[in-house]
């Protein structure tokens, strides 16, 4: 079954699957519209031609008819005997004698040869006119109807490659735009992919550099925190065994300890400052 303008217009394409490349759907749609246009003008124009190749046969059958009945009227005309012909196929009339050339019956007998001689000769030329006539006019609807035939063929022939032509021509196309606008799509999507992987790597880095950096003031802080626990552990250690030989200490020596004492938080919370 051949394709019509309403299957073109009822068609229904599935989208592809997450992942896939298609095309865009109202381009899809545009060039679908462009398509059963056409090939509605080409139906159009087909039924046309049709209409056109049934009036050219119509017309040729008119004519075939008026041959036939042109033939048939020099038939008729051909065969059908002249109303003086019988009595010439008649026993020749013997010459007259002098006595019936001067009678009245002897004109009379002169008067119907001259008749006879008239009606066949008026016979055989409306015979042979006839006969040319219907000539004429086969040769007429013959020439006619072979002209008409063959301008009905060499119109056909001309539609038909022009049709073929602009189809041609529209599908050429169609695959042309489909081929630039996937390129471009397959372009796009390269730069998008090269742009995503340039981001990452960036982002990458600054993690990295981030990462890097942290882990320097993780390990800083780390190293501050043994210094500051060791100092720490050793000023304890030696404020008690400064507690334990001294026993109770005088108030002047308890007053220089916190003097020392102070100086030592002084120093651990400077150290402090500069790790931070």
């Known amino acids: 079954m051949g394709l019509t303008p309403a299957d073109v217009h009822n068609v229904a394409f599935s989208k592809p699957p997450i992942g896939k490349r298609g095309y865009n759907e109202d381009e899809v749609d545009a060039f679908l519209d462009l398509v059963e246009a056409e090939l509605a003008r080409l139906v159009e124009e087909n039924n046309d031609l049709r209409s056109q190749v049934e009036q050219l046969e119509a017309q040729l059958q008119s004519a075939q008819v008026d041959l036939e009945d042109a033939r048939n009227q020099a038939a008729a005309a051909s065969s059908t005997p002249a109303p003086t012909e019988e009595p010439r196929r008649l026993t020749p009339v013997p010459a007259p004698t002098a006595a019936e050339q001067t009678s009245p019956g002897g004109d009379h007998h002169v008067q119907a040869a001259k008749v006879l001689g008239l009606a066949q000769e008026m016979a055989d030329r409306l015979t042979g006119e006839a006969k040319a006539e219907a000539d004429g006019m086969l040769a007429e609807a013959r020439t006619?109807?072979?002209?008409?035939?063959?301008?009905?063929?060499?119109?056909?022939?001309?539609?038909?490659?022009?049709?073929?032509?602009?189809?041609?021509?529209?599908?050429?196309?169609?695959?042309?735009?489909?081929?630039?606008?996937?390129?471009?799509?397959?372009?796009?999507?390269?730069?998008?992919?090269?742009?995503?992987?340039?981001?990452?790597?960036?982002?990458?880095?600054?993690?990295?550099?981030?990462?890097?950096?942290?882990?320097?003031?993780?390990?800083?802080?780390?190293?501050?925190?043994?210094?500051?626990?060791?100092?720490?552990?050793?000023?304890?250690?030696?404020?008690?065994?400064?507690?334990?030989?001294?026993?109770?200490?005088?108030?002047?020596?308890?007053?220089?300890?916190?003097?020392?004492?102070?100086q030592a938080s002084y120093s651990f919370g400077a150290r402090a400052a500069e790790a931070g």
């Open 144 to 262: 006619k109807s072979e002209q008409l035939l063959s301008e009905a063929r060499s119109k056909a022939d001309s539609m038909v490659n022009e049709s073929r032509t602009r189809a041609e021509t529209m599908l050429n196309d169609a695959r042309t735009r489909a081929e630039t606008l996937e390129r471009q799509a397959r372009e796009k999507a390269a730069n998008l992919e090269r742009d995503a992987q340039r981001k990452h790597a960036e982002v990458m880095g600054n993690i990295t550099s981030e990462k890097n950096a942290l882990e320097k003031k993780i390990e800083t802080l780390r190293t501050f925190e043994r210094e500051y626990r060791t100092r720490l552990q050793t000023y304890l250690e030696s404020q008690l065994r400064e507690l334990q030989d001294r026993g109770s200490a005088a108030p002047a020596e308890s007053s220089g300890s916190r003097s020392s004492g102070q």
